[in-house]
């Protein structure tokens, strides 16, 4: 298997604009993560989805952020519209049901300016 | 807050020399996790510690758990440079869904 796989790896975009970010979870995982890393907050967990549903939600930071996850093999975060401290490492990650293991994409470095 | 606090933040060590690390949280939880992350890449799974057990090995890895003091500390043995990274604990409180991720010690291998 490829592992989590993550689009795009980086993306520079000036404020204002609408970011996607795209996540493709290992194939069979029931579970996907996205978190968001930064040096002052750590890594934070923003929501996670279970068979596509999204199940808690309360780490989104605000109406900005938005995930869906129409199918399991694919799921989106987007920002609209983006904000300077909106600048992260956005990380995707998925697990089965069962073991507790979360396997992590590349992660995608997001800069807004 | 966050539930896991690591210490140190960061290590400084010769290869061949033992690294440790101290992960401290807050709350009861069901498991306590170790992952390593190198420079610019994504978190990878080390080693998973459940409330009932004590210790763990795996490898040049060893992971201890004390549920009356909620801390955890990871010791990787005869370092190498490739174990030049950050090392985060995290904990899940409720079987299995949510992990909450400590801050990392980052931990540098000379050569």
């Known amino acids: 298997d490829a592992g989590v796989i993550q689009s795009p790896r980086h993306e520079v975009t000036e404020m204002g604009q609408e970011v996607t970010l795209r996540c493709k979870p290992i194939?069979?995982?029931?579970?996907l993560f996205w978190y968001r890393q930064t040096m002052m907050r750590g890594l934070e967990l923003l929501i996670y989805?279970?068979?596509?549903?999204?199940?808690?939600d309360s780490g989104m930071p605000e109406d900005r952020f938005s995930a869906k996850m129409p199918n399991a093999s694919f799921s989106t975060l987007k920002i609209q519209p983006s904000e300077p401290r909106d600048s992260a490492v956005y990380f995707c990650?998925?697990?089965?049901?069962?073991?507790?293991?979360?396997?992590f994409g590349p992660g995608t470095r997001l800069t807004v300016l | 807050s966050q539930q896991g606090e690591e210490d140190p933040q960061a290590l400084s060590i010769q290869e061949g020399e033992n690294a440790t690390m101290n992960c401290s949280y807050k709350t009861s939880i069901n498991n306590l996790q170790w992952y390593r992350q190198n420079s610019g890449r994504g978190l990878v799974h080390l080693i998973l510690i459940r409330s009932n057990e004590r210790e763990k090995h795996s490898g040049r890895l060893r992971v201890t758990l004390d549920t009356s003091k909620k801390s955890s500390s990871l010791l990787i043995t005869a370092s190498r440079a490739a174990d030049t990274a950050s090392y985060f604990c995290?904990?899940?409180?409720?079987?299995?869904?949510?992990?909450?991720f400590g801050g990392g010690t980052r931990v540098l291998v000379k050569p």
């Open positions: 989805f279970n068979n596509n549903v999204p199940i808690d």
């Open positions: 995290a904990t899940d409180v409720a079987a299995g869904n949510k992990l909450t």
């Open positions: 990650a998925s697990r089965q049901y069962g073991p507790d293991t979360q396997y």
């Open positions: 194939s069979g995982h029931d579970y």
